[in-house]
């Protein structure tokens, strides 16, 4: 579903406050609902310039963006709270290193079965995101004011640790100098997206949201021919397949021009180039691929013989923060 958004500016005003972080969630990850729209983003306008929004009533006037130490609650707001552990915690570099996705390749099976979550959570821990936190790993959220004039609560996960350290500069000049970027998985990042954490006092859920690249969202528009607004997008190839221990897997990339540099060393053998050239590139949200790989055997299977590529310039990120 593709929704075309009206542009908006905003400014961003940074205040502390002073509660408890972060819970500890569950490392499984929960089936998707079939509809669920807790991945798809519209584009909007900010003082970052283009960058991701939810879809629907929301408005973005006047929002501060504040640095939440919540109340422990637990995911969704049901049961007891688990230990706490702030973002900073979940971070481990040698999970990102791109080297490491070879050993998963081999593994992936063939069959009709849906993916186990260990097998989902492997795939996951290969892509970095990153959060602007303060130096206990407390996130800042932005607040944004719903048609109906209550609030909600944001914080961003990005794909591009460019527009991280872009929302870094902006959060230092209000005077937090202890800010910082803070890589973790995404899949702890998806954890948070999809299990809304309701604040004991406000008894309101903080939304947590994958920001992708905006120039990824105008490429997948451009390719598209209209305003992608479903969520982060990916990018694959018509009928390229890699074969691997008698599978095939399918590459699948967060930017449109790794894909392009993916196919161009593949050109260079003859016998690849007539068939790649004749090939066309294809979208798909990522929330369309996590509900396939979690669906039962009626799901696309070639689906959930995707891998995901983590962009390199997250890898290149961690590689110079070392």
């Given amino acids: 579903m593709f929704i075309a958004t009206n542009q908006k500016t905003v400014t961003l005003r940074f205040r502390r406050v002073d509660k408890p972080a972060f819970v500890n969630l569950t490392p499984s990850i929960p089936q998707i609902p079939e509809g669920s729209s807790r991945l798809r983003l519209c584009s909007r306008t900010s003082t970052l310039g283009s960058v991701a929004t939810p879809c629907g009533s929301r408005s973005a006037t006047n929002p501060r963006a504040i640095s939440i130490l919540m109340s422990g609650s637990s995911p969704g707001g049901s049961g007891e709270s688990p230990n706490r552990k702030n973002l900073g915690a979940i971070f481990a ?20 079965s849906a993916l186990q979550p260990q097998e989902i959570s492997q795939r996951l821990d290969k892509i970095p995101v990153f959060s602007v936190t303060d130096s206990e790993g407390k996130p800042f959220l932005t607040d944004y004011a719903e048609s109906s004039g209550s609030t909600v609560r944001e914080g961003l996960f990005y794909l591009d640790p460019a527009e991280a350290e872009q929302q870094l500069v902006l959060i230092k000049k209000q005077g937090y ?3 910082r970027v803070l890589p973790v998985s995404l899949k702890e990042a998806l954890n948070f997206v999809e299990h809304p954490i309701v604040d004991k006092a406000t008894k309101k859920a903080d939304e947590f949201r994958i920001q992708p690249k905006q120039l990824e969202i105008d490429a997948a528009s451009t390719l ?38 993916f196919v161009s060393k593949l050109k260079d053998d003859p016998k690849n180039k ?6 066309t590139v294809n979208i798909i949200g990522l929330n369309a691929v996590l509900r396939e790989m979690r669906a039962a055997p009626s799901g696309n299977s070639a689906i959930r013989q995707m891998i995901l590529y983590p962009p390199e310039e997250g890898i290149q990120y961690l590689k110079s923060h070392q």
């Avoid at 996705?101 to 099976?109: K, M, Q």
């Fill in 93 to 112: 570099l040698g999970l990102f290193l791109v080297s490491s996705i070879l050993p998963l390749v081999g593994a992936i099976r063939g069959g009709s």
């Fill in 177 to 179: 100098e202890d800010a």
């Fill in 224 to 261: 598209l021919g209209r305003q992608f607004s479903d969520g982060v997008p990916l990018f694959y190839m018509d009928g390229l397949a890699i074969n691997r221990n008698n599978d095939q897997i399918y590459p699948v990339f967060f930017n449109y021009e790794e894909l392009e540099k």
């Fill in 274 to 279: 007539e068939f790649l050239e004749k090939q």
